[in-house]
């Protein structure tokens, strides 16, 4: 019998339930040899070559992963090419920025939307590029050659970075392509990714926030939502098709393979898939990582941005120019906030930490039945718990660090300002100038969003943290004076800083910074603000940060040893890599969840939910007229359900995490019927553990995207670029989920 189908009727055996439980994010490369038969299962219709091939046009080439140039091996999103003319999807969450940035008070994009009329109109994003997966390659002969067992780890890791070191170099083929070795497995094994980065990406439409953020941070990471988190670019290359910075020259780029948009809808056990870039996920880690992390991480971090939160949403909701200064920065603090909030619920309601001690118990019993594996792994759980237990208070700090002092906007200026310390009596001048250039650009960047009060309020928040929660000895020095100078008042010490430094005040600080000569050093550095940077980045450095790195550095020795053990004792498993930022499919079914008892949510929501949600009081929920008339005339073109519904988002059991974003969902033929872009409140904890009954992944419709451009925006002249299907694929049913 084959391997799969016997792991199914174990499965229906051990839980009675799912006989297709969705968990896993797979390697294309892998496709056929792991999941294809399951995948077909389920009711795909292609095979393995049509989504990844490095002979023919596949759908990988479809998908690319958004990054910033500076940083171009981290995709921070996803999205899915659907003109020949390399127009792009993604969320409007993901193009963010970039509308924020091209955003002023009279052409506010980000509250009106933004549609380009014709290709002249679209808007160049210096900075942003998209990554097209050439090739992936298992590399792991080659990186792991001349290490053994008896390897000690230090010379195993400079071998390691020897050898992929030469792997990137040939294969970036002279800098025409990017490439990236990266462990998985926690580092059993090794795979290249080879990618092709273009530069010129240009915006070419966006729905007003109203839409493409409906909800905002309240509906955040939950089920029913009905956001239209979509926004739209355009690749452009030189006229050979090949990647360049931004030129009038540069034409839009024909790209090798389009998705198809398939129109008729999804019902609930449709197969959907996902491709491209999930983040970071840790599925394998033993009990006392995920004890650390629940009980010590998360709420540590849950509790200092319940504050700056509650600070911001204060100030924002007193002054319309703040709310606009803060939008972004609150989101981010909001969006991990509430995950981990979620994450928490969720471990704890799948008594998470019980059930890794039971796999644990589990493997020790089969390490203790071999003389050779207790020799192997026989201390693993015991070191595993002493480690932890030494680091939780470091790695707490270390959190503290980056999540208030790190944090505060004004620090981080204090520290961009000690740049001006390299400029001594032996600099050139055009360095100098150069270099004050630069930090008077940052300078006036970072003061185009700044409210003196707001930012004190969020620095006080911070210091009282770091100051009652964190062991003195990790203290900063100056925050003695805290007890000294200001009988424990966290609130004075505040308003003393604020009264001594330069840092928040621009007409003080421009300046001080054009007018800079190495005999105003002391200045500089006397300044309490430059003062209380260069203090806690010292004690972060030596004390926190080595220690820190020193002990991962050696649970990451036991996680490549457990990993190795866990496979080998669960042999009849097969086991996906932990998300790791390069690409992967996932496959599930179109599906509905019961939340609680008693309810149970449909998988797809419509425009009539928006206006029942519809609150001209609350900005999050404020529907636009246009909306609301199209409506009410039910102006839903060929975009509706058949029972007239216009729809909006959907629900699915694919295993996605943070990078997901964006990420073509498809049907069974690889035709595209919405874009993710995020998870339900109750399936949060899936970065540490899946549970199929309650993980879903959030899916835009793509019905909604094409019916707010064509009748919302009148934009509908990109459709003609698009090629959309109303072919109903034959709905062979997908083998049912047995309840
Ligand atoms: N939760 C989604 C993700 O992790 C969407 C975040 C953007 N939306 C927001 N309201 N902050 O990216
Ligand atoms: N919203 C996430 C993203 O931006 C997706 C997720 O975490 O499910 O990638």
Same mark, same amino acid.
């Given at each position: 019998m084959n391997r799969i189908i016997l792991l199914g009727l174990v499965a229906i055996l051990l839980i009675g339930k799912t006989v297709f439980a969705n968990e896993g994010m797979w390697l294309p490369i892998l496709l056929e040899k792991y999941t294809m038969e399951q995948m077909r299962q389920q009711g795909f219709?292609?095979?393995? %070559?049509?989504?990844?091939?490095?002979?023919?046009?596949?759908?990988?080439?479809?998908?690319? =992963? +958004?990054?910033?140039? %500076?940083?171009?091996?981290?995709?921070?999103?996803?999205?899915?090419?659907?003109?020949?003319? =390399? +127009?792009?999807?993604?969320?409007h969450h993901c193009g963010y920025g970039a509308i924020q940035n091209h955003s002023t008070l009279e052409n506010d994009y980000l509250t009106y939307g933004f549609w380009a009329m014709e290709k002249s109109e679209e808007l160049p994003n210096e900075g942003l590029g998209v990554s097209f997966l050439k090739r992936m390659e298992d590399v792991t002969p080659q990186v792991l050659s001349q290490i053994t067992g008896n390897t000690d780890e230090q010379t195993r890791d400079s071998l390691i970075d020897v050898h992929i070191a030469g792997i990137e170099l040939a294969a970036s083929e002279n800098g025409t392509y990017l490439a990236k070795v990266k462990p998985f497995f926690a580092g059993n094994e090794y795979y290249l990714s080879v990618y092709k980065i273009y530069r010129d990406v240009r915006l070419v439409g966006a729905p007003p926030s109203a839409i493409g953020k409906f909800g905002g941070d309240t509906d955040n990471w939950m089920w029913p939502r009905h956001t239209g988190d979509f926004s739209m670019f355009r690749i452009y290359a030189d006229k050979n098709n090949e990647p360049a910075g931004y030129s009038e020259e540069n034409v839009p780029f024909t790209p090798a393979k389009v998705f198809d948009i398939a129109i008729d809808g999804v019902q609930k056990g449709d197969f959907t898939m996902v491709m491209g870039y999930p983040g970071t996920t840790t599925e394998y880690l033993p009990s006392m990582a995920v004890t650390m992390q629940k009980e010590t991480i998360?709420?540590?971090?849950?509790?200092?941005?319940?504050?700056?939160?509650?600070?911001?949403?204060?100030?924002?909701?007193?002054?319309?120019?703040?709310r606009i200064q803060y939008a972004s920065k609150a989101a981010g603090i909001a969006n991990s906030w509430k995950k981990w909030i979620g994450e928490n619920k969720g471990l704890t309601r799948l008594d998470a930490v019980a059930k890794k001690q039971e796999l644990e118990e589990g493997f020790m019993e089969w390490v203790n039945q071999s003389e050779s594996r207790k020799k192997e792994y026989g201390l693993l759980l015991t070191e595993y718990a002493e480690l932890y237990k030494f680091l939780a208070p470091y790695s707490l700090t270390h959190n503290y660090f980056f999540e208030t002092i790190f944090e505060s906007d004004v620090i981080d200026l204090a520290g961009k300002c000690t740049l001006l310390k390299q400029i001594n009596k032996g600099t050139a001048p055009e360095k100098t100038g150069e270099l004050k250039n630069n930090l008077m650009e940052s300078v006036n960047v970072f003061f185009k969003d700044y409210h003196l009060k707001t930012d004190q309020k969020l620095f006080e928040d911070y210091i009282s943290f770091f100051y009652y929660d964190i062991d003195k000895n990790f203290h900063p020095e100056i925050l003695r004076l805290i007890d000294t100078d200001f009988k424990g008042d966290v609130n004075a010490f505040t308003q003393w800083i604020y009264s001594q430094s330069m840092i928040p005040y621009p007409d003080k600080l421009g300046p001080f910074i054009s007018d800079y000569t190495p005999a105003k050093q002391k200045k500089l550095e006397k300044d309490p603000l430059v003062v209380l940077f260069s203090q806690s980045l010292q004690v972060y450095r030596t004390l926190i940060n080595p220690i820190v790195t020193e002990t991962q550095s050696k649970i990451s020795k036991l996680h490549r040893l457990y990993m190795k053990g866990l496979r080998e004792y669960q042999s009849n498993k097969i086991f996906y890599p932990d998300a790791n930022s390069t690409f992967r499919v996932s496959f599930g079914q179109v599906d509905d969840y019961k939340p609680m008892d008693a309810v149970t949510y449909r998988y797809y929501t419509t425009l009539t939910g928006i206006m029942e949600k519809d609150n001209p009081g609350i900005y999050d929920y404020k529907v636009p007229e246009h909306l609301k008339r199209l409506y009410c005339n039910k102006d839903f073109g060929r975009y509706a359900n058949p029972d007239g519904s216009m729809p909006v988002c959907f629900t699915a059991s694919n295993h996605t995490t943070g990078g997901n974003s964006g990420s073509p969902v498809l049907n069974s033929r690889g035709q595209l019927i919405g874009i993710n872009f995020d998870r339900n409140w109750e399936g949060t904890m899936s970065d540490l553990m899946y549970d199929p009954d309650m993980c879903r992944n959030i899916a835009l419709d793509v019905r909604y995207i094409l019916f707010i451009i064509d009748k919302y925006a009148g934009a509908g002249y990109l459709l003609d670029e698009m090629n959309l299907i109303k072919s109903k694929p034959s709905r062979e049913l997908p083998v049912q989920i047995a309840q």
């Open positions: 219709k292609l095979t393995a %070559e049509d989504l990844y091939s490095i002979n023919q046009a596949c759908l990988k080439d479809a998908v690319v =992963g +958004l990054v910033h140039l %500076e940083n171009p091996h981290h995709h921070f999103c996803t999205g899915e090419i659907v003109s020949t003319q =390399g +127009l792009l999807l993604t969320n998360n709420p540590g971090r849950i509790k200092i941005r319940t504050q700056s939160l509650n600070t911001l949403k204060t100030a924002m909701e007193k002054d319309p120019l703040v």
